[in-house]
């Protein structure tokens, strides 16, 4: 073994995991580059998708089929569709666009739409209270306008009289 400590200090094999002296300096060569660091640091940034997944999915599709569905079912399955997506992407993969696809979707379900809504009630009293804002800005508009023109007029009788 003894003769082998020259050849692995001027050769240092993958499977050594301690550092290395390369000759008398104070350099040292470790195992881990900075590339195989980013590359351990990218493998751990990887996520894997939930133990049943699949299962998940398929049950809060099928529950978005329904006419009423209710807020939380609809947060899971984005949820589920967002990991699909980060999980394959990171992965280099094109399936990561049929989630994209699953969720634009299921973002223009009418019954997802009202559950994301809360209600219809609330919904009404939104774009009321759009009206009544627009009423109030076109009111203060006007009177602004009126105002200037109050103003110039009285600025040019000044300038007249003088």
């Known amino acids: ?41 990218s493998a751990k940034k990887k996520k894997d998708l939930p133990p049943d ?22 947060k899971q399955l984005i949820e589920l569709y967002t990991q699909a ?5 990171s992965r280099k993969s094109d399936k990561h666009v049929v989630f994209l696809s699953k969720l634009q979707t299921l973002l223009m379900k009418p019954n997802v739409v009202e559950a994301m809504a809360g209600s219809t009630d609330t919904k009404k009293s939104f774009e009321e209270q759009l009206a009544e804002d627009k009423e109030k800005k076109m009111k203060d508009f006007v009177k602004r306008m009126k105002d200037e ?13 003088t």
């Not at 003769?3 to 040292?28: A, G, I, Q, W």
């Not at 997506?85 to 992407?89: D, G, Q, R, V």
């Open 1 to 41: 073994q003894h003769y082998n400590e020259p050849r692995r200090f001027l050769f240092p094999s993958k499977d050594d995991n301690m550092p290395v002296r390369r000759s008398n300096s104070s350099l040292r060569l470790e195992d881990n580059t900075n590339s195989s660091k980013l590359e351990d640091y």
């Open 53 to 74: 997944f699949a299962m998940n999915v398929l049950d809060l599709e099928l529950e978005m089929e329904r006419e009423n569905v209710d807020i939380e079912s609809v």
């Open 85 to 89: 997506m980060e999980f394959y992407e």
């Open 149 to 161: 023109a109050r103003n110039h007029k009285q600025d040019a009788g000044t300038l007249m009289k």
